[in-house]
């Protein structure tokens, strides 16, 4: 702020004065920041004994609305003592003095004066206690104001100087502390100091928009002018890092480098199958929102996306409702895999899976990776069919009726009706008997096929269609076909022997099967059935039927030994042996039953084919037995 209006920049002549008399003359001098003046021994000043009387003048050019004034001066406390203030142009003047500093102050701003050239402002008065000369000197500090400010602080040469006003800023203002601002002299050095602040970068300093300096502590010599500077800060660069969590849950965009205090915004993708769940700092939820933002504060920063996995729902259902069940249903993750079950019930048949009209599986255990979305599948059923067969033992013996196609749970009756001079015996199905009733009546529940048994009338009939079931290696239950209600002759013995001359053993079944046990592992059986009938009469003994047992343990020929193809077999079936097996060998064919269909010895032949063309479809054994050694490997025979 400058002084008065009717002041010039600088106020030449204009003094405070303190006149003194040395020698008996007086003196008058301009004080300086730092004037000192003396007052001697003799001075002629003594208004009485002991008393002096020190006046303070204005010289030169008047101050103009002067409204107060502070003056602070060092005196001689070993010779002087203040005695008091004498007002002069001022009235109300006020002084203090403690040791040997004096202060005077002064103040009216109601009332402004004009002090003018050579005009006495007061004086100062002291009582001289001690001989001797004794020094006066003005402090810095002393300052005169005016109704517009400040107007002078200090002394220069005998001129008074304005002071000029330093006004500092920071840009932007949140950017730091600033700190020098004030009033100060033309040429005076002021230190500046510029502290940013968290987040900020100190810059410059700039006047009218040039820089002035880029050191944030420096010393400003202060112009005859108020000055404007400015303190320019800019934000700190940090790094912002987004993470996904899981890192397959989704991706996120708006990491980077920013500016503290910079806009951020954030968006989170999640994948498919996942769920934006939010966004965490230090563990702590931020944010729900997929699109996130915010101010970057003051440090490198990693923000966190987390993700869940979504469950689907998977329902299933039978078609129709009761023809079987489904497992598997339930809530699954997008690309889970998921094994669903369908489980026919009685009677029924598994098709196909669907979805929608989509066929997806003809398994009935399918399995599929989750889709995104929930899904439905539906496992189709139908009622099952089965195939009735009916067949005679011999188209001349007798007819049969009543074979075809049932569904599940349909009543079937098959019906036997013997030509003239036969007489119908019974059903058999796998040689084994299911009914003795010409009509036979079931339930379709499986594919089934059914010969009727006829023979010549007589009047106690042979006993036919023999067979082995529960073949191992010492068992087996043998099986014929004859009339009800009567008993039969087993005769049965080890084949090697005359069975039928009495090398063999006799048995009295009262039903048309007989279990045997304890048999010998590996060997060849034979047995006859012959039937009682009333009047103590009895049939012939039928043919008989030959079947083997099992044999114990592994084969004793290596599985090198030789080998057989093709395996299933259609029209023939070769077996190869290997070129070190020269001895005689026996080739055995050979049902499940263990009844031998064929056999052939052979010397020094490495290469055997068997004709299938006779044979029905099924399993079948292959035996070979070499010097006591011997194997035993299963085919299958399609025709």
Known sequence: MKSATHTVKYLSCLLLCLTIFVGGQSHGSGLTAHAAFMVPNDSTTNRQPNSISVPVRMEGVGLYAVNAFAFFIDFDASRLSFAGIEAAAVS?????????????????????????????????????????????????????????????????????????????????????????????????????????????????????????????????????????????????????????????????????????????????????????????????????????SFTMPVGDLTVWANFQLISYELSLQANPADAGTVTGAGLYHYNQNVTVNAIPETGFHFVNWTHGSTV????????????????????????????????????????????????HGTQVMVQ????????????????????????????????????????????CPVPQNLSVSNLSETTATLHWVSPPDKQWFVLWGEASGDTLSGEGWLELAQTNEWELSNLSPQTLYVFYIKTLCPENTESNWSPGHFFSTWYVGQPTLQKEDWYLFPNPAKETLNIVMDENMHNELVVELIDLQGKFLWQQATYGKRHTTIGLSRLPDGVYLIRIISNNKVSLRKFVHRS
């Not at 002018?225 to 989704?250: E, M, R």
């Not at 139908?382 to 007798?398: C, K």
């Not at 009733?437 to 009338?457: G, P």
Request: glycine share 10%; no cysteine; hydrophobic share 40%.
């Open 92 to 292: 109300n003047i006020a002084g203090n003095a403690s040791g040997g500093l004096l202060s005077v102050n002064w103040s009216n701003p109601s009332n402004p004066v004009n002090l003018t050239n050579n005009t006495l402002v007061f004086n100062i008065l002291f009582d001289r206690i001690a001989p001797g000369d004794a020094s006066l000197t003005f402090l810095p500090g002393s300052k005169v104001n005016g109704s517009q400010g400040l107007i002078a602080i200090s002394y220069n040469n005998g001129i008074l100087l304005q002071t000029w006003q330093l006004n500092l800023s920071a840009n932007p203002q949140q950017g730091g502390v600033v700190e020098g601002s004030g009033n100060y002299l033309p040429g005076q050095i002021v230190n500046l100091s510029a502290t940013p602040g968290s987040g900020y970068l100190f810059e410059n300093w700039t006047k009218n928009g040039q820089i002035v300096s880029v050191v944030p502590n420096f010393a400003y010599t202060m112009p005859a002018a108020d000055v404007s500077l400015v303190a320019n800060f800019s934000p700190k660069s940090y790094q912002l890092i987004t993470q996904s969590v899981p890192s397959q849950g989704g991706t996120t965009s708006g990491g980077g480098i920013y500016q503290f205090g910079q806009l951020v915004n954030l968006n989170a993708m999640p994948s498919t199958g996942y769920q934006f769940l939010n966004w965490t700092i230090n563990g702590q939820v931020v944010s729900t929102n997929p699109a996130y």
């Open 360 to 407: 997806v599986s003809d398994s009935p255990s399918y399995s599929f990776a989750m889709p995104a979305a929930n899904h439905q599948l539906s496992a189709r059923f139908l009622i099952n069919t089965y195939s009735i067969t009916v067949a005679a033992n011999n188209n001349i013996f007798g007819e049969v009726s009543g074979g075809g196609n049932f569904i």
């Open 416 to 459: 036997a009706v013997p030509n003239e001079g036969f007489q119908f015996v019974a059903w058999t199905e796998n040689n084994l008997v299911v009914a003795y009733n010409a009509v036979y009546s079931f339930i379709a529940e499986n594919n089934r096929a059914l010969t009727a048994v006829f023979q010549e009338e007589a009047i």
